[in-house]
């Protein structure tokens, strides 16, 4: 195989993760589907972001793209537990987790 | 040539994964495509020479957040069985948004020929410490504890106020 | 001849033409590796098990398999033949796909971990892989469990599942912080993540192991002992067992498998057993060093000392597994939180300030 991998490569499939989570928040009404699709938009950017500090960072030791992405997966973490327990708080008072039906603030 | 390899059978994965988490009609499906997803992004950090941030990943994201999607999957659904299933509306517009924001992306990335190199060097006052760092890992938390020490005391209360906040939110009514 | 060696004219003689020829080795090393691992795991839960039934009957008066071979050596294979014959049976309600592949993803890790772990010197060629993260990779691989857990609860279809599988995922959830914590007090000692590293930084004389080091307070026995019982609630053991006693919600989360996938859970857990007695070891017992400077411990000695003290710890589980009741869920849970998390806290950050004043 003569094209070897550069940063073009990962840029790409940055890209196209990126897009699948938006087609996936856009379309899905369920909101723990939603919240996965803003997932894979958090994983297309640690990607991005690793991808970057490997090809335009050349001393291997300065790492802050990776400490970069390490933050982001704390926050996402952090988001994830968060919104889940508002997911889990919703449906026991409403009964359904479909955001279009949940729309009002007092019933 | 391995990584070339690596990287195109990752890649398969990620996409077919991503794909199954947005369009199956079963919640819990989507839920482990998600892991497939994680999994592939941890071999792309792998190949890309960011180890400790792989074990990273596969700790935190699969061993915890994909757990917290599970259960929150398990519970709200009825117990008697009947799956949830998740229907996708507005699929045109949808579409419109996701291939045109990747259109305008796709002709970025592959136009810009060369970014500029980053030019921060060991020799720079606040990097210093790096000098004899062994590996990956060394490196990462010498950064981390000299450089980013405050985003990272921040992140740890950050963590704390979300750790109450589930609590709180999801506890039982009194 | 080395491993490298024979895969490399295995290459040469598979005529791979000679640019794709290390690249053959590789992929043929990986294989061989992954034959070798997987034949070691069968085998020794094979022996494990015979060794537990009869443990467990003399600890119980009684004298355990008898007659099937001589003394029953033989009785794991009978019970490998009775449940490789037995109906495979899915229930209407379970999600098929998901209802095969949750025993798969709850094998896996019990696979992958024994990927990183030497078995005796590494320079010695006993070591898959001494990856750079080494504990950083176990303690992400066992993370994996829980969700072959929860996943084979919801699948079956079944309320008391559902039920078991949470309880289950919430009891490894709980003790996967504590155990942490409890890894990181020999990363502390040893300034890496590395396994050989983590050996090789503790003393030739044992009473220089880390779990009986004097000269941090005793702190890293009780690193020790918190390790232990976060790895026995992780891998279902008694006396954490309640996700999958029979008399306990039916079983928990493997009620509705048969056959060989209910053999493959049990698989599972016999060879996390191993696996965590070898991490122990490891960690806290001084890998595969002898317990004095003067006996042999390099080659096939290192061999000798690994698998000793890893039958130590195996025996000492199977011995705490007949001895004691079960814990109800609630408890656990507390202990967990209340008592194991806070222990593991000052374990770690007494550790740290000793190794931040210490010159």
């Given at each position: 195989m003569d094209v070897s991998i550069t940063?073009?490569?990962?840029?790409?499939?940055?890209?196209?993760?990126?897009?699948?989570?938006?087609?996936?928040?856009?379309?899905?009404?369920?909101?723990?589907?939603?919240?996965?699709?803003?997932?894979?938009?958090?994983?297309?950017?640690?990607?991005?972001?690793?991808?970057?500090?490997?090809?335009?960072?050349?001393?291997?030791?300065?790492?802050?793209?990776?400490?970069?992405a390490g933050f982001i997966i704390v926050l996402a973490a952090a988001e994830a537990a968060v919104g889940f327990a508002l997911v889990i708080a919703i449906y026991r008072n409403l009964d359904r987790i479909n955001v279009d039906e949940v729309n009002i603030l007092k019933w | 040539?391995?990584?070339?390899?690596?990287?195109?059978?990752?890649?398969?994965?990620?996409?077919?994964?991503?794909?199954?988490?947005?369009?199956?009609?079963?919640?819990?499906?989507?839920?482990?495509?998600?892991?497939?997803?994680?999994?592939?992004?941890?071999?792309?950090?792998?190949?890309?020479?960011?180890?400790?941030?792989?074990?990273?990943?596969?700790?935190i994201y699969v061993g915890a957040t994909l757990v917290i999607i599970l259960f929150a999957v398990m519970l709200s659904e009825n117990i008697?069985?009947?799956?949830?299933?998740?229907?996708?509306?507005?699929?045109?517009?949808?579409?419109?948004?996701?291939?045109g924001f990747l259109g305008v992306v796709?002709?970025?990335?592959?136009?810009?020929?060369?970014?500029?190199?980053?030019?921060?060097?060991?020799?720079?006052?606040?990097?210093?410490?790096?000098?004899?760092?062994?590996?990956?890992?060394?490196?990462?938390?010498?950064?981390?504890?000299?450089?980013?020490?405050?985003?990272?005391?921040?992140?740890?209360?950050?963590?704390?106020?979300?750790?109450?906040?589930?609590?709180?939110?999801?506890?039982?009514?009194? | 001849m080395t491993l490298m060696e024979l895969c490399r004219s295995v290459a040469q003689?598979?005529?791979?033409?000679?640019?794709?020829?290390?690249?053959?080795?590789?992929?043929?090393?990986?294989?061989?590796?992954?034959?070798i691992l997987f034949n070691f795991v069968m085998l020794s839960v094979l022996v494990l098990i015979y060794v537990f039934r009869k443990l467990i009957g003399f600890i119980q008066a009684r004298l355990g398999p008898r007659y099937t071979g001589p003394r029953g050596i033989l009785q794991t294979v009978a019970d490998a033949l009775k449940l490789l014959t037995k109906e495979d049976i899915i229930p209407l309600a379970a999600d098929k796909v998901t209802f095969n592949l949750a025993p798969l993803i709850v094998f896996l890790p019990a696979l992958l971990v024994y990927v990183v772990i030497p078995f005796g010197d590494p320079k010695s060629g006993l070591q898959v892989r001494d990856l750079n993260i080494g504990i950083l990779y176990i303690a992400a691989i066992t993370s994996i469990t829980v969700i072959g857990i929860v996943t084979a609860g919801w699948a079956s279809g079944n309320k008391w599942a559902?039920?078991?599988?949470?309880?289950?995922?919430?009891?490894?959830?709980?003790?996967?912080?504590?155990?942490?914590?409890?890894?990181?007090?020999?990363?502390?000692?040893?300034?890496?993540?590395?396994?050989?590293d983590i050996v090789n930084s503790q003393g030739e004389w044992f009473w220089q192991w880390n779990a009986f080091r004097l000269?941090?307070?005793?702190?890293?026995?009780?690193?020790?002992?918190?390790?232990?019982?976060?790895?026995?609630?992780?891998?279902?053991?008694?006396?954490?067992?309640?996700?999958?006693?029979e008399s306990e919600l039916v079983a928990g989360y493997h009620v509705?498998?048969?056959?060989?996938?209910?053999?493959?859970?049990?698989?599972?857990?016999?060879?996390?057993?191993?696996?965590?007695?070898?991490?122990?070891?490891?960690?806290?017992?001084?890998?595969?060093?002898?317990?004095?400077?003067?006996?042999?411990?390099?080659?096939?000695w290192s061999l000798f000392w690994f698998f000793a003290k890893v039958s130590t710890l195996v025996f000492l589980i199977i011995w705490i597994r007949g001895t004691y009741p079960r814990v109800r869920i609630d408890q656990v849970m507390e202990l967990g939180w209340k008592f194991l998390l806070p222990v593991g806290l000052l374990c770690v950050t007494g550790v740290g300030l000793l190794v931040a004043v210490r010159p």
């Amino acid at each position: 195989m003569d094209v070897s991998i550069t940063l073009t490569h990962y840029l790409v499939l940055s890209a196209i993760l990126f897009a699948i989570g938006v087609y996936g928040v856009l379309t899905r009404r369920n909101a723990i589907a939603l919240l996965m699709g803003v997932e894979l938009m958090l994983n297309a950017v640690n990607i991005n972001l690793v991808a970057m500090n490997r090809f335009l960072q050349p001393d291997w030791r300065i790492v802050t793209g990776q400490i970069f992405a390490g933050f982001i997966i704390v926050l996402a973490a952090a988001e994830a537990a968060v919104g889940f327990a508002l997911v889990i708080a919703i449906y026991r008072n409403l009964d359904r987790i479909n955001v279009d039906e949940v729309n009002i603030l007092k019933w | 040539m391995g990584e070339a390899i690596a990287f195109w059978i990752l890649s398969a994965l990620i996409v077919v994964a991503a794909l199954g988490v947005v369009t199956l009609r079963n919640l819990f499906h989507c839920a482990l495509c998600l892991g497939l997803v994680l999994f592939g992004v941890a071999g792309i950090f792998v190949l890309n020479g960011a180890e400790f941030l792989a074990g990273v990943q596969v700790l935190i994201y699969v061993g915890a957040t994909l757990v917290i999607i599970l259960f929150a999957v398990m519970l709200s659904e009825n117990i008697t069985g009947e799956r949830i299933r998740v229907v996708s509306y507005n699929r045109p517009l949808g579409l419109l948004a996701a291939l045109g924001f990747l259109g305008v992306v796709l002709f970025l990335a592959v136009s810009q020929t060369s970014l500029p190199p980053h030019t921060s060097s060991v020799k720079d006052p606040s990097l210093q410490v790096l000098t004899d760092v062994p590996n990956n890992i060394a490196a990462f938390g010498t950064l981390l504890l000299t450089k980013f020490i405050v985003p990272f005391e921040f992140a740890s209360i950050f963590l704390l106020v979300a750790m109450i906040g589930a609590i709180v939110v999801a506890r039982m009514a009194e | 001849m080395t491993l490298m060696e024979l895969c490399r004219s295995v290459a040469q003689w598979l005529g791979v033409p000679a640019e794709y020829r290390d690249a053959a080795t590789l992929i043929l090393l990986a294989l061989a590796d992954a034959f070798i691992l997987f034949n070691f795991v069968m085998l020794s839960v094979l022996v494990l098990i015979y060794v537990f039934r009869k443990l467990i009957g003399f600890i119980q008066a009684r004298l355990g398999p008898r007659y099937t071979g001589p003394r029953g050596i033989l009785q794991t294979v009978a019970d490998a033949l009775k449940l490789l014959t037995k109906e495979d049976i899915i229930p209407l309600a379970a999600d098929k796909v998901t209802f095969n592949l949750a025993p798969l993803i709850v094998f896996l890790p019990a696979l992958l971990v024994y990927v990183v772990i030497p078995f005796g010197d590494p320079k010695s060629g006993l070591q898959v892989r001494d990856l750079n993260i080494g504990i950083l990779y176990i303690a992400a691989i066992t993370s994996i469990t829980v969700i072959g857990i929860v996943t084979a609860g919801w699948a079956s279809g079944n309320k008391w599942a559902v039920l078991g599988a949470m309880r289950s995922g919430a009891q490894l959830l709980s003790y996967e912080v504590p155990m942490t914590l409890a890894f990181l007090v020999p990363v502390l000692l040893a300034g890496s993540l590395r396994l050989s590293d983590i050996v090789n930084s503790q003393g030739e004389w044992f009473w220089q192991w880390n779990a009986f080091r004097l000269d941090y307070l005793g702190l890293t026995f009780i690193a020790f002992l918190v390790y232990f019982i976060c790895a026995l609630a992780e891998t279902n053991q008694t006396p954490f067992d309640l996700p999958e006693a029979e008399s306990e919600l039916v079983a928990g989360y493997h009620v509705e498998y048969s056959g060989m996938k209910f053999a493959i859970f049990f698989l599972a857990e016999f060879g996390n057993t191993i696996a965590i007695s070898a991490i122990a070891t490891h960690l806290f017992l001084g890998g595969w060093k002898a317990p004095a400077p003067f006996l042999p411990d390099t080659g096939w000695w290192s061999l000798f000392w690994f698998f000793a003290k890893v039958s130590t710890l195996v025996f000492l589980i199977i011995w705490i597994r007949g001895t004691y009741p079960r814990v109800r869920i609630d408890q656990v849970m507390e202990l967990g939180w209340k008592f194991l998390l806070p222990v593991g806290l000052l374990c770690v950050t007494g550790v740290g300030l000793l190794v931040a004043v210490r010159p």
